[in-house]
C-alpha cells in the first residue's frame, strides 16, 4: 500500500518561493504517475500539474504555468513542485495523488488517482 506524504508548505510573502515535496513510502513510486492538486478555502479542489512515472511527461493548468515546475527522483521516491512568483490565490492546501501506470506509457491526468497524501498549506501572504 503507497503512502504519501507532503511537506514544504507554510507562509511565504508574495513574490516568494516554496518548494513542496510528496515522499512515498510502502511501495515504489517508478509505477505511478503523480499529480498535485491544491483546494482553496471554498472552492473545489483543482489539478495544477502532473507528472508520468518515468518524469518524460508533464503537464500545467494554465493558472500555474511558467510559475511552478514538477520534477522527481525516482531514487528518492519523491516528486516535487516548485512553486515561484507566488500569488496570495495560490494559498490553499496542496495535495499529491498517485495513479497506478500499467505498460510503457508516458502519461500523467488528474483523474482515477489511487492514493492520496493529506495535504499540506501554502499561505502567500504580506
Known amino acids: 500500500q503507497l503512502q504519501l506524504v507532503e511537506s514544504g508548505g507554510g507562509l511565504v510573502q508574495p513574490g516568494g518561493s516554496l518548494r513542496l515535496s510528496c515522499s512515498g513510502s510502502g511501495s515504489t513510486l517508478d509505477d505511478y504517475a503523480i499529480a498535485w492538486f491544491r483546494q482553496a478555502p471554498g472552492k473545489e479542489r483543482e489539478g495544477i500539474s502532473c507528472?508520468?512515472?518515468?518524469?518524460?511527461?508533464?503537464n500545467y493548468a494554465d493558472a500555474v504555468k511558467a510559475r511552478f515546475t514538477i520534477s522527481r527522483d525516482n531514487a528518492k521516491n519523491t516528486v516535487y513542485l516548485q512553486m515561484n512568483s507566488l500569488r496570495s490565490e495560490d494559498t490553499a492546501v496542496y495535495y499529491c495523488?498517485?495513479?497506478?501506470?500499467?505498460?510503457?506509457?508516458?502519461?500523467?491526468?488528474?483523474?482515477?488517482?489511487?492514493?492520496w497524501g493529506k495535504g499540506t498549506l501554502v499561505t502567500v501572504s504580506s
Open positions: 495523488a498517485a495513479r497506478r501506470i500499467f505498460g510503457n506509457i508516458n502519461i500523467c491526468s488528474y483523474t482515477n488517482m489511487n492514493y
Open positions: 507528472i508520468s512515472n518515468r518524469a518524460g511527461y508533464t
